[in-house]
């Protein structure tokens, strides 16, 4: 069991990113995601320039939930390539941390 805290970052449209999040958080994925407020991209996408605003999100969790977190957001996201990246968190308040793993454990 990998219990080492993750940072994952993701934009998805508005509409759908209060969904994403509360079932990354019901599901244990994630023990607490924050939406944060508009975010402008700007990117290359089949040859050609785009931008759009988005939300970004903010999901706290361990490296064994990183799977499910992934899974769950390609399924809700109505991108076909959604923007993931997960960073280690190398330091941290140890007892949010704690925190922060035992809400991403399936069984409690």
């Given at each position: 069991?990998?219990n080492s805290p993750?940072l994952?970052?993701?934009?998805?449209?508005?509409?759908?990113?209060?969904?994403?999040?509360?079932?990354?958080?019901?599901?244990?994925?994630?023990?607490c995601?924050?939406?944060l407020?508009?975010?402008?991209?700007v990117y290359?996408?089949?040859?050609?320039?785009?931008r759009?605003?988005?939300?970004?999100?903010?999901?706290?969790t361990?490296k064994?939930?990183?799977r499910?977190?992934?899974?769950?957001?390609?399924r809700?996201?109505?991108?076909?390539?959604?923007?993931?990246?997960?960073?280690?968190i190398?330091?941290?308040?140890?007892?949010y941390?704690?925190?922060a793993?035992l809400?991403?454990q399936?069984?409690?």
């Amino acid at each position: 069991m990998d219990n080492s805290p993750l940072l994952v970052l993701a934009t998805c449209p508005e509409e759908v990113a209060e969904e994403i999040a509360k079932t990354l958080v019901e599901d244990r994925h994630a023990a607490c995601v924050n939406i944060l407020p508009s975010v402008q991209s700007v990117y290359r996408w089949n040859g050609e320039l785009q931008r759009d605003s988005e939300r970004l999100l903010l999901a706290k969790t361990v490296k064994e939930s990183y799977r499910g977190l992934e899974e769950t957001i390609q399924r809700l996201h109505p991108y076909e390539l959604p923007e993931i990246i997960a960073v280690p968190i190398v330091a941290g308040l140890s007892d949010y941390l704690h925190w922060a793993t035992l809400q991403t454990q399936k069984d409690l």
